[in-house]
């Protein structure tokens, strides 16, 4: 476990410095509203967009806020070719009594400047980062949805911008913040997804880009992707590229399994698999709640028969994106196992829960992970 020591308050932001250029047409208010009533995931962008601009010799510069809009981006751009990229993804949650909050922006901050050294890309101080999404949230607040279960998702990221067809880390990156309000993940309510091993890929070897968050890595996901869709699945799991036996992650979530004497298991940090904030935020309190949490190597084999020996009573995901989300079902070419009748568990929907209550300000923030914002 890490990062869970950085306490919210505690770090400076950078907003004051970006420039605000707002929108001389944002979206009129019956329409935002309207957009509000009916949200989807990531189809619908606020008003306006941070942006910054690194330059080698000479740092992060041209801090703005600007209307939302297309890129004006060189053919050349490296990214296109070499996809010199990465992001994070967190949201703002609107609390009943109106005010807005981050949960645990500086670990996502920590993590950006940890997939960016990976990648060859440059440092991003934490204050600009959360500077950024200060300057951004305090201009199109309004967007922020106040129903249950709604939030604005932020999508923090950079690329090489560069316009050359060398192989070398570019000199010239964009960094950009894009806002997009989402409603519930599952909005017929929580339903387990099924899950289908994938055969023949993996996402991320040893020594590879696993650990970071960046796009390649969602790229050499999509083909399984779309085979675990084909066998009637909505998600993909992936081993471990170098024996094919133990479990690593979903293609954007983190699994965990719950024994039946409620001993959690969830796959160790091999540098395969991407430390997920959820993840370290769930491992967290269900230590706190007195629960055993084992961070391990975990087989694929056992996973199998312990859920047909009803030894393994849940299996869960978690992210950002979908919180914590029961596994009804694991399908591979060999076998195809039901977990728990196919009904969400008392224990995924306890910490799921238990982390929502505090997203939300319904429960008192005793770790010190929200920062209010608005
Ligand atoms: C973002 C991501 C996760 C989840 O991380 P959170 O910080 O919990 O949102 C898990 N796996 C992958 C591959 C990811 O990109």
Redesign the pocket.
């Given at each position: 476990m890490t990062d869970t020591t950085a306490s919210a308050a505690a770090t400076a932001s950078n907003a004051a410095a970006f420039e605000v250029r707002r929108h001389e047409a944002p979206l009129p208010v019956a329409e935002r509203n309207a957009a509000l009533a009916d949200l989807r995931f990531g189809t619908q962008f606020t008003d306006h967009m941070a942006r910054m601009q690194w330059v080698n010799g000479e740092g992060w510069g041209d801090r703005r806020v600007v209307p939302y809009g297309p890129l004006q981006l060189d053919p050349a751009a490296a990214v296109l070719h070499y996809a010199q990229e990465i992001f994070?993804?967190?949201k703002a949650y609107r609390w009943a009594d109106g005010s807005v909050h981050l949960f645990r922006p500086e670990?996502?901050a920590q993590?950006f400047n940890k997939s960016a050294h990976r990648l060859a890309l440059p440092q991003l101080p934490v204050e600009d980062f959360i500077g950024s999404i200060e300057a951004l949230v305090a201009v199109d607040e309004p967007w922020v949805p106040g129903t249950e279960e709604s939030s604005l998702y932020l999508r923090p990221y950079m690329f090489a911008s560069e316009a050359f067809l060398g192989v070398r880390p570019a000199h010239v990156i964009d960094y950009l913040l894009i806002a997009s309000p989402v409603g519930p993940y599952f909005p017929g309510g929580i339903k387990p997804v099924s899950i289908w091993v994938a055969q023949g890929f993996h996402?991320a070897g040893p020594g590879g880009t696993?650990d970071a968050?960046c796009g390649g890595?969602?790229a050499a996901?999509l083909l399984p992707q779309q085979q675990a869709i084909e066998a009637g699945c909505q998600q993909v799991l992936f081993l471990d590229a170098k024996e094919g036996r133990f479990l690593e992650?979903?293609?954007?979530?983190?699994v965990f399994v719950v024994r039946r004497d409620g001993t959690i298991e969830t796959p160790r940090l091999t540098g395969t698999?991407?430390?997920?904030?959820?993840?370290?935020?769930v491992i967290q309190q269900l230590e706190d709640d007195g629960r055993k949490v084992i961070e391990k190597d975990i087989t694929l084999d056992e996973v199998r028969t312990g859920v047909e020996s009803g030894d393994i009573a849940e299996v869960f995901a978690?992210?950002?994106?979908a919180v914590v989300t029961p596994v009804g079902r694991l399908a591979s070419p060999d076998f195809d196992v039901t977990i728990n009748d196919g009904v969400a568990g008392t224990v995924t929907m306890g910490i799921r829960q238990r982390l929502t209550d505090i997203q939300y300000g319904r429960d008192e923030d005793t770790y010190g992970w929200m920062r209010r914002i608005a």
């Open positions: 994070e993804g967190l670990a996502n993590r996402r696993g968050k890595n969602y996901s992650e979903l293609g954007g979530m983190n698999i991407l430390e997920g904030i959820t993840r370290s935020s978690c992210g950002t994106a």
